[in-house]
T-cell receptor, first 110, second 115 residues
Protein backbone atom coordinates (compact mmCIF):
# COMPACT_ATOMS: atom_id res chain seq x y z
CA UNK A 1 0.00 0.00 0.00
CA UNK A 2 1.14 3.52 -0.65
CA UNK A 3 2.16 5.73 2.24
CA UNK A 4 1.75 9.02 0.43
CA UNK A 5 -1.25 10.01 -1.59
CA UNK A 6 -1.05 13.02 -3.87
CA UNK A 7 -3.88 15.35 -4.63
CA UNK A 8 -4.92 16.22 -7.26
CA UNK A 9 -4.08 13.30 -9.51
CA UNK A 10 -3.88 15.67 -12.47
CA UNK A 11 -3.50 19.42 -12.78
CA UNK A 12 -3.57 21.63 -15.86
CA UNK A 13 -2.55 25.28 -15.66
CA UNK A 14 -1.33 28.11 -17.86
CA UNK A 15 2.28 29.16 -17.98
CA UNK A 16 2.99 31.77 -15.33
CA UNK A 17 0.40 30.45 -12.89
CA UNK A 18 1.27 28.75 -9.63
CA UNK A 19 0.81 25.00 -9.16
CA UNK A 20 0.04 23.45 -5.80
CA UNK A 21 0.18 19.73 -5.12
CA UNK A 22 -0.68 18.05 -1.85
CA UNK A 23 0.50 14.85 -0.23
CA UNK A 24 -1.00 13.00 2.70
CA UNK A 25 0.61 10.13 4.55
CA UNK A 26 -0.31 7.74 7.29
CA UNK A 27 2.55 6.97 9.65
CA UNK A 28 5.32 8.88 11.42
CA UNK A 29 8.14 10.01 9.20
CA UNK A 30 11.75 11.09 9.46
CA UNK A 31 11.55 13.25 6.37
CA UNK A 32 9.47 13.77 3.25
CA UNK A 33 10.84 14.21 -0.23
CA UNK A 34 9.45 15.41 -3.54
CA UNK A 35 10.53 13.99 -6.88
CA UNK A 36 9.77 14.90 -10.48
CA UNK A 37 9.43 12.45 -13.35
CA UNK A 38 9.44 13.58 -16.94
CA UNK A 39 7.73 11.28 -19.40
CA UNK A 40 9.86 8.22 -20.13
CA UNK A 41 12.53 9.16 -17.60
CA UNK A 42 13.60 8.23 -14.10
CA UNK A 43 12.64 10.22 -11.04
CA UNK A 44 14.68 13.24 -10.06
CA UNK A 45 14.95 14.47 -6.49
CA UNK A 46 13.66 18.01 -5.97
CA UNK A 47 13.64 18.79 -2.28
CA UNK A 48 13.75 17.15 1.14
CA UNK A 49 12.04 18.46 4.26
CA UNK A 50 12.79 17.00 7.68
CA UNK A 51 10.07 16.19 10.18
CA UNK A 52 11.13 19.08 12.42
CA UNK A 53 10.90 21.61 9.58
CA UNK A 54 7.72 23.36 8.54
CA UNK A 55 8.73 25.07 5.33
CA UNK A 56 11.53 24.92 2.83
CA UNK A 57 12.34 26.81 -0.34
CA UNK A 58 14.43 25.96 -3.38
CA UNK A 59 14.26 28.35 -6.31
CA UNK A 60 10.64 28.41 -7.50
CA UNK A 61 9.74 25.50 -5.23
CA UNK A 62 8.18 25.86 -1.81
CA UNK A 63 7.42 22.86 0.36
CA UNK A 64 5.46 22.83 3.57
CA UNK A 65 5.07 20.03 6.08
CA UNK A 66 2.39 19.66 8.74
CA UNK A 67 3.18 16.60 10.82
CA UNK A 68 0.06 17.04 12.95
CA UNK A 69 -2.07 16.64 9.84
CA UNK A 70 0.37 14.24 8.17
CA UNK A 71 0.40 16.32 5.04
CA UNK A 72 2.75 18.23 2.79
CA UNK A 73 2.35 20.59 -0.11
CA UNK A 74 4.57 21.47 -3.05
CA UNK A 75 4.12 24.89 -4.63
CA UNK A 76 5.71 25.72 -7.96
CA UNK A 77 5.57 29.44 -8.59
CA UNK A 78 5.53 31.11 -12.00
CA UNK A 79 5.22 27.78 -13.78
CA UNK A 80 6.84 27.10 -17.12
CA UNK A 81 6.04 24.64 -19.87
CA UNK A 82 9.19 22.77 -18.87
CA UNK A 83 7.62 22.05 -15.47
CA UNK A 84 5.22 19.65 -17.19
CA UNK A 85 5.88 16.31 -15.47
CA UNK A 86 4.61 13.99 -12.76
CA UNK A 87 5.43 14.92 -9.19
CA UNK A 88 5.71 12.36 -6.41
CA UNK A 89 6.02 12.69 -2.68
CA UNK A 90 8.01 10.05 -0.84
CA UNK A 91 8.15 9.41 2.87
CA UNK A 92 11.18 8.20 4.78
CA UNK A 93 10.42 6.54 8.09
CA UNK A 94 14.15 6.27 8.91
CA UNK A 95 14.10 2.66 7.82
CA UNK A 96 16.23 3.55 4.79
CA UNK A 97 13.36 2.96 2.41
CA UNK A 98 11.20 5.50 0.65
CA UNK A 99 7.50 4.96 0.08
CA UNK A 100 6.17 6.83 -2.93
CA UNK A 101 2.69 8.15 -3.55
CA UNK A 102 0.76 7.81 -6.77
CA UNK A 103 1.88 11.15 -8.16
CA UNK A 104 0.31 14.29 -9.59
CA UNK A 105 0.46 14.79 -13.34
CA UNK A 106 1.09 18.47 -14.01
CA UNK A 107 0.57 20.00 -17.42
CA UNK A 108 1.66 23.58 -17.98
CA UNK A 109 0.25 25.05 -21.15
CA UNK A 110 2.35 27.65 -22.97
CA UNK B 1 29.36 11.59 -12.88
CA UNK B 2 27.55 9.17 -15.18
CA UNK B 3 24.62 8.66 -12.85
CA UNK B 4 22.87 5.34 -12.38
CA UNK B 5 23.19 3.20 -15.48
CA UNK B 6 20.61 0.61 -16.46
CA UNK B 7 20.56 -1.85 -19.31
CA UNK B 8 18.85 -2.67 -21.48
CA UNK B 9 16.64 0.40 -21.89
CA UNK B 10 13.97 -1.64 -23.63
CA UNK B 11 13.30 -5.35 -23.55
CA UNK B 12 10.64 -7.26 -25.42
CA UNK B 13 10.38 -10.95 -24.69
CA UNK B 14 7.95 -13.79 -24.92
CA UNK B 15 6.15 -15.30 -21.98
CA UNK B 16 8.22 -18.00 -20.31
CA UNK B 17 11.58 -16.50 -21.23
CA UNK B 18 14.17 -15.42 -18.69
CA UNK B 19 14.78 -11.70 -18.39
CA UNK B 20 17.81 -10.09 -16.75
CA UNK B 21 17.93 -6.40 -15.97
CA UNK B 22 21.20 -4.75 -15.02
CA UNK B 23 22.15 -1.77 -12.93
CA UNK B 24 25.34 0.09 -12.15
CA UNK B 25 24.89 2.45 -9.19
CA UNK B 26 26.68 5.73 -8.72
CA UNK B 27 30.22 5.18 -7.52
CA UNK B 28 30.47 5.55 -3.76
CA UNK B 29 26.81 4.89 -3.10
CA UNK B 30 26.25 2.03 -0.69
CA UNK B 31 22.53 1.43 -1.10
CA UNK B 32 20.71 0.17 -4.17
CA UNK B 33 16.98 -0.09 -4.80
CA UNK B 34 14.93 -1.86 -7.46
CA UNK B 35 11.47 -0.43 -8.23
CA UNK B 36 8.70 -1.37 -10.62
CA UNK B 37 6.33 1.23 -12.08
CA UNK B 38 2.97 0.52 -13.70
CA UNK B 39 -0.08 2.65 -14.33
CA UNK B 40 -2.19 0.44 -12.11
CA UNK B 41 0.11 0.04 -9.11
CA UNK B 42 2.35 3.10 -9.32
CA UNK B 43 5.93 2.89 -8.11
CA UNK B 44 6.63 -0.18 -6.00
CA UNK B 45 9.82 -1.01 -4.14
CA UNK B 46 10.86 -4.56 -4.95
CA UNK B 47 14.10 -4.97 -3.00
CA UNK B 48 16.91 -2.95 -1.57
CA UNK B 49 20.53 -3.67 -0.77
CA UNK B 50 22.83 -2.01 1.72
CA UNK B 51 26.56 -2.63 1.31
CA UNK B 52 25.72 -5.37 -1.23
CA UNK B 53 23.51 -7.24 1.25
CA UNK B 54 19.77 -7.65 0.59
CA UNK B 55 17.98 -5.90 3.45
CA UNK B 56 14.32 -6.02 2.49
CA UNK B 57 12.87 -8.11 -0.33
CA UNK B 58 9.30 -8.06 0.88
CA UNK B 59 8.25 -6.26 -2.29
CA UNK B 60 9.43 -9.00 -4.60
CA UNK B 61 6.17 -10.28 -6.08
CA UNK B 62 6.96 -13.97 -6.20
CA UNK B 63 9.68 -16.56 -6.50
CA UNK B 64 10.02 -15.87 -10.20
CA UNK B 65 11.84 -12.68 -9.24
CA UNK B 66 15.37 -12.69 -7.88
CA UNK B 67 18.00 -10.01 -7.38
CA UNK B 68 21.70 -10.09 -6.74
CA UNK B 69 24.42 -7.60 -5.97
CA UNK B 70 27.75 -9.39 -6.33
CA UNK B 71 29.76 -6.21 -5.78
CA UNK B 72 29.32 -2.52 -5.06
CA UNK B 73 29.12 -1.56 -8.72
CA UNK B 74 26.68 -4.05 -10.17
CA UNK B 75 23.24 -5.52 -9.54
CA UNK B 76 20.85 -7.69 -11.50
CA UNK B 77 17.13 -8.31 -11.33
CA UNK B 78 16.07 -11.55 -12.93
CA UNK B 79 12.60 -12.78 -13.84
CA UNK B 80 12.29 -16.46 -14.68
CA UNK B 81 9.91 -17.37 -16.21
CA UNK B 82 8.49 -14.04 -17.33
CA UNK B 83 4.74 -13.43 -17.65
CA UNK B 84 2.75 -10.70 -19.43
CA UNK B 85 1.79 -9.15 -16.07
CA UNK B 86 5.47 -8.44 -15.46
CA UNK B 87 5.34 -5.79 -18.18
CA UNK B 88 6.37 -2.53 -16.54
CA UNK B 89 9.18 -0.04 -16.25
CA UNK B 90 11.84 -1.21 -13.83
CA UNK B 91 13.97 1.41 -12.13
CA UNK B 92 17.18 1.08 -10.22
CA UNK B 93 18.15 3.79 -7.75
CA UNK B 94 21.14 4.31 -5.50
CA UNK B 95 21.91 6.44 -2.49
CA UNK B 96 24.44 7.04 0.26
CA UNK B 97 23.30 5.69 3.59
CA UNK B 98 25.31 7.51 6.22
CA UNK B 99 22.92 7.86 9.11
CA UNK B 100 21.19 10.98 7.90
CA UNK B 101 18.39 11.79 5.45
CA UNK B 102 19.22 10.58 2.00
CA UNK B 103 17.96 11.21 -1.49
CA UNK B 104 17.81 8.55 -4.12
CA UNK B 105 19.23 8.84 -7.60
CA UNK B 106 17.26 7.00 -10.24
CA UNK B 107 18.42 5.40 -13.45
CA UNK B 108 16.54 5.90 -16.72
CA UNK B 109 14.65 2.63 -16.30
CA UNK B 110 14.16 -0.51 -18.36
CA UNK B 111 10.85 -0.80 -20.15
CA UNK B 112 9.93 -4.48 -20.17
CA UNK B 113 7.24 -5.88 -22.43
CA UNK B 114 6.33 -9.54 -22.09
CA UNK B 115 4.10 -10.85 -24.87
Amino acid sequence: SQQGEEDPQALSIQEGENATMNCSYKTSINNLQWYRQNSGRGLVHLILIRSNEREKHSGRLRVTLDTSKKSSSLLITASRAADTASYFCATDDAGNMLTFGGGTRLMVKP
Amino acid sequence: DAGVIQSPRHEVTEMGQEVTLRCKPISGHNSLFWYRQTMMRGLELLIYFNNNVPIDDSGMPEDRFSAKMPNASFSTLKIQPSEPRDSAVYFCASSIQAGGPHEQYFGPGTRLTVT
